[in-house]
Each structure stands twice: as structure tokens, then as C-alpha cells.
């Protein structure tokens, strides 16, 4: 591809193997005094060194995803990912703030024809908020374990900052390992 003789690119290979708008941009690099070995460098990240995290940023700009993060998310998922619990309750926490779970309401958003209803109570559908907060079972936990996560719950109910919100709190009062355990649990 490259003549280092003359220090001139051999634009017929070239047109060869890519297209001459890609032979254009390539042209107009400079070619190295002396041979070198190439290497392979991923511009995605400072260093040149491949990482998943950068290839998601990548594959999420390139499908016109936004891709930055807030500065309340990021605090949000540092506090979550930084807790002391076990990874397993983090990936858990992780997938309940983003309603990833298998509940029933969401299975049956996603085609399943299942009976939505809640498999402790019998009464209400088997839904993020009622899982976890507002079903007996799991009010009664709240009640016995950390109150204030009722009055929040009543409070936030239906905003959109809901987790933002609630674990910060958990954090103010030095539970969030005990919030996000309890969480599991349920």
C-alpha cells in the first residue's frame, strides 16, 4: 500500500480494496520514514486499548442512543455499584431500577399471556411498585425492618426521579446495604 522509497501511497492497490472516497482520507496520511510494524489501536478509548465499556458507548452512539449520563445517574449508579453487598444484589438492584425484572406485568408486555396477578396477595398485579412496596407482604417487611422507606414510598410514588430519590435517602440514614439486601430478599 505504502512505497517507502518514495514515501507515496500506491493508489492503485488502494482503489482496489476500498473505495475512492476511503482512498481520498487515506492519502492525506503521512507515511513514516522508515517501515514500522502497525499496530492496532481502538480510538474509542484514551489509550488506545480496547474495552467493552467503550465499545457499548460506541455501538450506543452509532444506533443514536444518547449516551451521557447525568450527574444525579451517575451518583445514582456509583452508589449502587459501590455498595457493600454482594455483586449478586448489586446486578439485582441494577436490574430492578432499570424494570428488568421478570414480573408478570412485564412479561406480559413482552407477549406472554400469563395471569398478571400478584402470587402473594391474590388482589393486585404483579408489578415493580406492588412487589416490592405496596403488596402486605412486603409493606409489612418496610414496617419492621425501615419505616422510612413507607413515607418515601408515599411521598415519590410515580416520579420519575423515584430511584434517584429513594437511595439517596437510604444513603442520608446509613441503609443502603440494608435497603438493597431487603429489596433482594423480597
Avoid at 115 to 142: I, K, M, Q, Y
Wanted: charged share 20%; net charge negative; proline share 4%.
Amino acid at each position: 500500500m505504502m512505497n517507502f522509497d518514495d514515501r507515496q501511497w500506491r493508489v492503485d492497490e488502494l482503489l482496489e480494496l476500498v473505495v475512492e472516497e476511503d482512498v481520498r482520507h487515506i492519502v492525506c496520511l503521512p507515511i513514516p520514514r522508515s517501515p514500522t510494524m502497525d499496530t492496532l489501536i481502538w480510538d474509542a478509548s484514551v489509550f488506545g486499548n480496547f474495552a467493552v465499556k467503550s465499545a457499548y458507548s460506541v455501538a450506543r452512539r452509532v444506533l443514536g442512543f444518547d449516551i451521557t449520563i447525568n450527574t444525579d445517574c451517575r451518583l445514582l449508579w456509583s452508589r449502587v455499584w459501590s455498595a457493600s453487598v454482594p455483586p449478586k444484589v448489586r446486578y439485582f438492584a441494577w436490574r430492578l431500577l432499570w424494570n428488568l425484572l421478570p414480573l408478570k406485568t412485564n412479561l406480559q408486555k413482552r407477549g406472554m399471556e400469563i395471569d398478571g396477578v400478584c402470587v402473594v396477595c391474590n388482589s393486585h398485579a404483579e408489578a415493580l411498585g406492588h412487589v416490592f412496596f405496596t403488596c402486605p407482604f412486603s409493606h409489612r417487611v418496610w414496617e419492621i425492618a425501615a419505616p422510612w422507606v413507607i413515607c418515601c414510598v408515599e411521598q415519590w410514588s410515580g416520579l420519575e426521579d423515584f430511584w434517584m430519590r429513594i437511595v439517596a435517602k437510604a444513603v442520608s440514614v446509613g441503609q443502603l446495604d440494608i435497603f438493597l439486601v431487603l429489596l433482594w430478599s423480597l
